[in-house]
């Protein structure tokens, strides 16, 4: 299940919504038929949208077309989204990610956020207490490593821990190992 928008005042920007339709590629009519029954008819990539009408977007194609699109909307994100330019490589990515959530969500109130945690030897815990997919986080992240490959890297590992937002926990907690 998708949580709600923290508050209702709270948009997404298009661009970030771009996403969902791209990642989508055969089922971009179907995609963008869910984002019009949720009342974004017209998807402009420089507006903004209420965050609860881009999270029953969510919802709809996660029970529609399963979670394999949801992480694929994740993992086309970081192309379509507002992304600070400093990134230079997975490690930094990750420790951007809650400035680029911020630049794609703006509005009064808590949004949510991702908190990443350094570990040692190629690790991260990262905490999302956004209303958000899991699937779609963990496409993200996965993104982020495929676009800043680390050197002597084959792949990512994703362990989440059995805390979910999904089954009303606070958020998810997210090991990640390459």
């Not at 529609?64 to 989204?81: E, F, S």
């Not at 350094?118 to 991260?124: E, F, K, L, M, Q």
């Not at 792949?155 to 090991?175: F, M, N, Q, S, V």
């Amino acid at each position: 299940m998708i949580g709600s928008a923290l508050s209702n005042r709270v948009e997404v920007y298009g661009r970030s919504v771009q996403a969902l339709v791209n990642a989508m590629e055969f089922l971009k009519l179907k995609a963008k038929r869910v984002l019009a029954t949720h009342g974004i008819e017209t998807l402009e990539a420089e507006q903004w949208y209420p965050m609860q009408n881009v999270l029953g977007s969510f919802e709809d194609i996660l029970k529609q077309v399963g979670p394999h699109t949801t992480r694929a909307i994740g993992h086309a994100l970081p192309k379509h989204a507002a992304f600070p330019p400093h990134i230079d490589s997975f490690e930094s990515a990750l420790l951007s990610l809650d400035q680029a959530y911020r630049m794609n969500h703006r509005g009064p109130g808590n949004i949510g956020s991702y908190r990443v945690i350094p570990g040692v030897n190629r690790t991260s815990t990262v905490m999302c207490d956004n209303p958000y997919p899991c699937e779609f986080d963990q496409g993200i992240m996965e993104a982020l490593y495929d676009r800043f490959p680390p050197k002597n890297s084959l792949r990512l590992r994703i362990d989440h821990d059995p805390g979910c937002r999904a089954k009303g926990a606070h958020a998810c907690t997210y090991h990640l190992k390459w």
